[in-house]
């Protein structure tokens, strides 16, 4: 897959890059049964009462329904879609089970239409192929990682991301995940094998705040263009800096651990994150 660049015949187009769609998706409507409709809240809760900013309006969208489980073990299923879904940055692909069934999962890299999936402690790893950490070989790179066994994929999801199986010391694998942290991860959770599709997805460039506004994403004020009373940061004679980065309740932005020091899985991270 590619990007489209454009001509600059208007300001929204000159420095607008997007995903090239042909040849790369391979459906042009979603498999109906996998769907349901998506409410969109614009940030206010049940009451009625806003609670996240600069959220509202965009297109409206149905939600795919991803198996981030893989629990048919053992049962073979045909890659028979990459789809696009307008809920994340990477693609999904529509299986059809030998025994009927379908299922949506996220597209790794290099799957194609036609190609063979099985998920289990008994599938070869390979890519597309879900199975426990326990079973695949040091050094694979994977993406869509259990946290807990049973919890189903809450890791490397997005995009372009995957994350390295380094060692395994005694119930633990040890996984280097996509922000640079090593962890341990008991050898019993699931991964799938391979990289997440759509790599391009980072080079993109909207071009225009319209497209933000699709997205449901509304315009953000700025801290420093605000008064005193609305943020830490508000206030001053002419242009003021607005002092130390801080967000609208005081917390400094930049720099300041928020962790809780006690918290019981920091056992687990061998090494935090790269800044």
Not at 106 to 130: K, M
């Amino acid at each position: 897959m590619a990007v489209r660049k454009f001509k600059p015949t208007t300001p929204g187009q000159r420095h607008k890059v997007i995903g090239v769609f042909k040849g790369a998706i391979t459906a042009k409507a979603p498999e109906k049964s996998l769907t349901v409709g998506k409410k969109s809240t614009g940030g206010r809760n049940s009451e009625g009462h806003l609670t996240t900013r600069y959220l509202g309006g965009g297109h409206k969208r149905k939600y795919r329904i991803i198996d981030f489980k893989r629990t048919k073990y053992g049962v073979p299923a045909v890659v028979k879609a990459i789809e696009y879904d307008p809920n994340r940055s990477a693609r999904i692909a529509l299986l059809y089970y030998v025994d009927g069934a379908k299922a949506y999962i996220i597209a790794p890299n290099g799957l194609e239409v036609g190609a063979t999936v099985v998920s289990g402690p008994d599938a070869a790893p390979e890519v597309g192929n879900a199975l426990p950490l326990s079973k695949i070989p040091v050094g694979t790179v994977v993406h869509n990682i259990e946290l807990r066994p049973g919890q189903g994929a809450f890791m490397a999801r997005s995009a372009g991301t995957f994350a390295q199986l380094v060692s395994r010391e005694g119930d633990y694998a040890i996984v280097k995940l996509p922000s640079g942290e090593t962890r341990k991860i008991l050898s019993a959770c699931m991964a799938t094998v391979g990289v997440v599709g759509n790599a391009e997805h980072s080079l993109e460039r909207s071009g225009k705040a319209g497209r933000s506004r699709w997205l449901g994403r509304r315009p953000h004020n700025r801290g420093v263009v605000m008064n005193p009373v609305d943020h830490p940061m508000g206030g001053g004679e002419g242009r003021a800096s607005g002092g130390h980065p801080r967000s609208r309740k005081g917390l400094y932005s930049k720099g300041l651990k928020t962790r809780s020091p006690k918290k019981t899985s920091s056992k687990y991270i061998i090494e935090r994150r790269k800044k």
